[in-house]
Antibody, heavy 117, light 109 residues
Framework: EEQLVESGGGLVQPGGSLKLSCAGS????????VTWVRQASGKGLEWVGR??????????AYSASVKGRVTMSRDDSTNTAYLQLSGLRSDDTAVYYC????????WGRGTTVTVSS | QAVVTQEPSLNVSPGGTVTLTCGSS?????????PYWLQQKPGQAPRTLIY???DKHSWTPARFSGSLLGGQAALTLSAAQAEDEADYYC?????????FGGGTKVTVL
């Protein structure tokens, strides 16, 4: 079964940082772009950014809302992608999903990040 | 950053047809925006139904179809069923990044 599992969410203080993980299985994780999408409670989906595969030099792109605070990386030896976000603000509070597999084929169930003092 | 627009809500009768649209603040939506359509039900992760304007995943019911219509991307749901009640999001590609629309809540009643 193709699967993505996010982890690393939790309660973080404003100004803090976090590192989320996205572990893939059941498909050729290394061949595909991994995209991060977030969703604040009761709101719509927001594209956060993506990291491409090795053939595309692991190129990254980020949304304006996180640019300068975000780093995406991946370790294809462990089929895991990462999202590091710093300078956390209340509006970063959301469920963070990763998706991949070609055409957003596979989605994780999400991990919840809450930014609050 | 471009803004992607969708109808906030639409109603459809069981067995009826409804078309959702997806517009771009930059102008006409083309195949080069590689439109995606996603379905999300309460408490669930999104699920991609349509990619690259009109391509379907193996799990996409035949009653869903994607197209370009009047300068916008469109998702048509034919013969709607109660289980199709959900939020639908479109996503457009812009020079290396993607933008989601605000979503359309489809009610089957």
């Amino acid at each position: 079964e193709e699967q993505l599992v996010e982890s690393g969410g939790g309660l973080v203080q404003p100004g803090g940082s976090l590192k989320l993980s996205c572990a893939g299985s059941g498909f050729t994780f290394s061949a595909h772009t991994v995209t991060w999408v977030r969703q604040a409670s009761g709101k719509g989906l927001e594209w956060v950014g993506r990291i491409r595969n090795k053939d595309n030099k692991y190129a990254t792109a980020y949304s304006a809302s996180v640019k300068g605070r975000v780093t995406m990386s991946r370790d294809d030896s462990t089929n895991t992608a990462y999202l590091q976000l710093s300078g956390l603000r209340s509006d970063d509070t959301a469920v963070y999903y990763c998706t991949g597999g070609g055409y957003f084929d596979v989605w994780g169930r999400g991990t919840t990040v809450t930014v609050s003092s | 950053q471009a803004v992607v627009t969708q109808e906030p809500s639409l109603n459809v009768s069981p067995g009826g047809t409804v078309t959702l649209t997806c517009g771009s603040s930059t102008g006409v939506v083309t195949s080069g925006h590689y439109p995606y359509w996603l379905q999300q039900k309460p408490g669930q992760a999104p699920r991609t139904l349509i990619y690259n304007t009109d391509d379907k995943h193996s799990w996409t019911p035949a009653r869903f179809s994607g197209s370009l219509l009047g300068g916008q991307a469109a998702l048509t749901l034919s013969a709607a069923q109660a289980e199709d009640e959900a939020d639908y999001y479109c996503s457009l590609y812009y020079d290396g990044s993607r933008v989601f629309g605000g979503g359309t809540k489809v009610t089957v009643l």
